[in-house]
């Protein structure tokens, strides 16, 4: 299957690098924040990748400290 949009780096990425990185596309080849983030979901389902969740920086541990905040201390 051919895929209508350019990849950000040139080439289609790894399950790995994909689940890692929050931008897939090449940027460039949109108008619109909107369009890009349609993309975006749309590649993510094409690869098989879980599209990212509000909350995915969020610790599940109720008195766990965030990444952000062990940074300020």
Known sequence: MDWKY????????????????????????FETEQDRQLAEEAARKHLGIPAPTLDEEKSILPHATSPNEKAQR
């Open 6 to 29: 350019r990849w950000k780096n040139g080439y289609r990425p790894s399950r790995d690098e994909a689940a890692k990185n929050p931008h897939l596309l090449d940027e460039s080849q």
